[in-house]
């Protein structure tokens, strides 16, 4: 019974954050289409953070971050083969969320950036076995569309906000018992 009721707290404060996030979007757009960047960002933070958790893990015995080891001329190719062997995709250290997220309180972000790193991350898995997996995975999370402001810097400004409150929800990654992802699709859905 208390795992069910440690569920449902959790649930309940992802649910108000992610009303929190959703109504910095309403207005600007339909509320049928608000729930595709959401579930977009909150994707592609998962992502982000398995990448360099899986990584920092590996890289542990090497005492090197995977940040340091993406420079290293030695450790680049490893890097690159690890991850899409066992991940199925790349992200760049660059393009790590935490990363944005930086930019983002350093007024230094563009949404120009997130949208590059989004097609370097469906482009690293041409080929692999995760290719059909990614394929179309965030169509619906148009990052030029008008909806989200007329300019980059309206556009910028309004992606930074859903951004930064992405990043205060607690994923718990090395929670087994609560799925992130699939509770945020079923409250926005």
Partial sequence: MADTNAYQKQANELSSKLWDIANALRGNMD???FKNYILGIIFYRYLSER???????????DEMTYEE???????HPIVKKWSLSHLGYIIK????????VKEI???NFSIEHLEKA????TGSTMGQESEKAFSGLFNDMKLVDPDLGDTVSDR???ISKVMSRVSAI???????????LGTAYMILI
């Fill in 51 to 61: 990448t360099e958790k899986y990584m920092n893990e590996l890289l542990e015995d």
């Fill in 170 to 180: 607690d994923f718990m990654l090395d929670d087994a018992e609560f799925d992130i």
């Fill in 69 to 75: 080891a993406w420079v290293d001329k030695d450790f």
């Fill in 31 to 33: 509320g049928s289409k």
């Fill in 105 to 107: 309180e350093e007024y």
């Fill in 118 to 121: 989004i097609s370097e991350l």
């Fill in 93 to 100: 250290p660059e393009h790590l969320f935490k990363n944005m």
């Fill in 156 to 158: 910028t400004n309004l």
